[in-house]
């Protein structure tokens, strides 16, 4: 069985990853993961979303407190999404105009790297 939410570093940056169906279910564990990352102090941090085949709301809710927590930092949370069905969720709700999305790690890398 695989974990749904992983936490990896791709220095200078965190990754978060989460994957498959992302709902109710994983939500809490998205948030703690999120939050301990950002509790330590990191700030450089990327939410890798290549592998979920579904996002819900609470899911998005989860995004947009971790973005919460960061905007005290003043440093926006990247997502790193390609597939179509997910990116019409963030569309549809306008979460891509909150979070920096990049279709891949590397250009999710590249594109904090030169906002910093």
Same mark, same amino acid.
């Given at each position: 069985?695989?974990?749904?939410?992983?936490? $990896?570093?791709? $220095?200078?940056? %965190?990754?978060?990853?989460?994957?498959?169906?992302?709902?109710?279910?994983?939500? @809490?564990?998205?948030?703690?993961?999120?939050?301990?990352?950002?509790?330590?102090?990191?700030? !450089?941090?990327?939410?890798?979303?290549?592998?979920?085949? #579904?996002?819900?709301?609470?899911? *998005? /809710?989860?995004?947009? /407190?971790?973005?919460? +927590?960061?905007?005290?930092?003043? !440093? @926006?949370?990247?997502?790193?999404?390609?597939?179509?069905?997910? *990116?019409?969720? #963030? +569309?549809? %709700?306008?979460?891509?105009?909150?979070?920096?999305?990049? @279709? $891949? *790690?590397?250009?999710?890398? +590249?594109?904090?790297?030169? $906002?910093?």
């Amino acid at each position: 069985m695989t974990v749904p939410v992983t936490v $990896s570093t791709v $220095s200078p940056y %965190t990754v978060v990853a989460a994957s498959g169906e992302l709902d109710l279910a994983i939500a @809490p564990e998205l948030r703690r993961r999120l939050h301990a990352v950002i509790e330590e102090g990191i700030t !450089n941090v990327i939410v890798d979303l290549s592998d979920a085949t #579904f996002v819900d709301s609470t899911i *998005l /809710g989860v995004l947009v /407190g971790a973005q919460h +927590r960061l905007d005290r930092l003043v !440093n @926006p949370l990247t997502v790193v999404c390609a597939r179509q069905a997910v *990116l019409t969720v #963030f +569309r549809l %709700t306008a979460l891509d105009r909150v979070f920096r999305i990049c @279709p $891949s *790690l590397e250009d999710a890398i +590249r594109a904090s790297m030169a $906002s910093d």
